[in-house]
């Protein structure tokens, strides 16, 4: 398979979940001659797609996630969350030194 995904490509065409025969013939059909892995190419390189949070799969058909659609929405959200996080750690730990303090200084 070529460094850019044409699988991903042609299922990012459907607005609805397709099944593997529906992506590989769009594939096919967009890309042609391009292609040239196989069906079975075209399953192992979408199931990786799964395991990126790319792409879904339900009931044997696939479907693009937000991910494959708009990832620097979903890596603003991301980074936003572990800022979040980020300073609850903050306060956590300013907490924790203050109760050491307290602790070696009544020692």
């Known amino acids: 398979m070529a460094a850019k ?8 065409t459907f607005d609805r979940p ?12 967009m890309h042609g001659n391009y292609v040239q892995g196989d069906r079975s190419s075209c399953r192992i390189s979408l199931n990786r797609f799964v395991d ?3 792409v ?3 009931d044997n058909k696939f479907m693009a996630t937000k991910l494959a ?5 979903v890596w603003r ?4 969350l572990l800022e979040v996080k980020n300073l609850e750690l903050q306060e956590e730990n300013k907490i ?3 109760r050491i303090a307290r602790l070696e200084s009544g020692i």
């Open 56 to 58: 879904e799969k339900r």
């Open 5 to 12: 995904s044409f699988y991903l490509d042609a299922l990012l």
């Open 77 to 80: 959200r991301k980074i936003q």
């Open 18 to 29: 397709a099944t593997l025969r529906e992506v590989y013939d769009k594939t096919i059909e």
């Open 96 to 98: 924790l030194k203050t």
């Open 69 to 73: 659609i708009d990832p620097i929405d």
């Open 52 to 54: 990126l949070g790319k």
